[in-house]
């Protein structure tokens, strides 16, 4: 993928040609910021790593290796068997931490800009990142629409069954996640209560329950009209029922175990539309739930902590300053 970066990729996964015309012809060109790095980062090569499972997850005999797509970049992780947590400690840990959950269309792991970047701004805050490598839902899982919660539920548990020994209060655990990610991060949110799997060992007996969301240009829904057909087609599969894309339409089940959320949507986002926020935030209301949103009016998608000098950089500043509001 040397010749085109993620962003390029997911706008032209998103079937947004109206008569054709680009849809650039409808949206003023956002500011473009430098081109990525695609190799790896050092951070995330050093960072200490958590297995998610003692042996093999659930399902394992069902994983299905997948060919690497052609020019793939080290960046954006595939075949992931054996998934972990990626471990950032602060200098000076002020006990909360994040599960920071990268996205990637469920087609792969994007681990530069939504994990390790995020560490870079968020650590000198205080916080303690658990950036997670999930199982993605096509590479032939029994079960599909479940293996990515089972990760998200299982990392949860993790860090709050061994909290005393990174030094951070297990209670105020909360989740961040971005893009596909961030409809992992909602779904974890909204159906934490959800038994996807049975449990393994004394692990599975703690809550993964996020103290709060936060939600970075999210898919939320399943609904053809709003949703990022990649994410949905690789989630669900090709021929998903009414009650599949309902059940994995987080907006749906916005209740009152909820936990408060923050969103951060371009209105510009050529891949995932900004409707996903919106209804997601009606949904929040309506459940009389905290939600704070913040719309920009470019970034694009998958700007990851922000581009230089514009309102997008800002949102991991609001994010901290929310987030220790709530504590």
């Not at 993620?6 to 081109?35: C, E, I, M, N, Y």
């Not at 997670?132 to 089972?150: F, H, I, K, M, S």
Request: proline fraction near 10%; aromatic fraction near 8%.
């Amino acid at each position: 993928m040397n010749s085109f970066d993620r962003r390029t990729f997911l706008a032209l996964s998103s079937a947004l040609v109206l008569d054709g015309a680009s849809a650039q012809d409808h949206v003023p060109k956002p500011l473009r910021p430098p081109r990525p790095d695609m190799r790896l980062p050092t951070s995330w090569t050093k960072a200490a790593k958590i297995p998610l499972w003692p042996t093999e997850p659930p399902n394992a005999a069902s994983f299905r290796q997948q060919p690497d797509p052609p020019d793939a970049a080290p960046i954006f992780l595939h075949n992931v068997l054996k998934p972990d947590l990626h471990v950032f400690r602060p200098s000076h840990p002020d006990g909360r931490a994040l599960l920071v959950i990268p996205g990637g269309a469920y087609r792969f792991v994007s681990v530069a800009n939504e994990g390790a970047a995020v560490a870079a701004r968020l650590c000198p805050k205080g916080i303690t990142i658990f950036a997670l490598t999930y199982r993605l839902p096509g590479e032939g899982w029994v079960n599909r629409a479940d293996v990515p919660l089972q990760d998200a539920q299982r990392a949860m548990r993790l860090i709050r069954f061994h909290a005393k020994s990174y030094g951070i209060a297990p209670d105020t655990v909360s989740v961040l996640g971005f893009s596909a990610g961030g409809h992992l991060a909602a779904t974890l949110a909204t159906q934490h209560a959800e038994q996807t799997y049975t449990a393994v060992d004394d692990v599975d007996h703690v809550s993964p329950r996020p103290f709060a969301a936060g939600l970075i240009y999210p898919v939320v829904t399943m609904v053809s009209r709003w949703t990022h057909e990649m994410s949905r087609t690789l989630l669900l599969g090709p021929n998903a029922t009414e009650a599949e894309v309902q059940r994995r339409s987080a907006e749906l089940h916005v209740d009152s175990a909820t936990p408060p959320a923050f969103a951060v949507h371009a209105m510009d986002d050529p891949a995932v539309p900004v409707e996903n926020t919106l209804n997601f935030v009606a949904a929040m209301r309506a459940a009389k739930r905290p939600i704070e949103a913040h719309l920009l009016q470019e970034g694009g998608h998958a700007f990851g902590v922000g581009w230089p000098n514009t309102p997008s950089a800002l949102w991991p500043d609001l994010f901290n300053l929310w987030l220790n509001r709530l504590i």
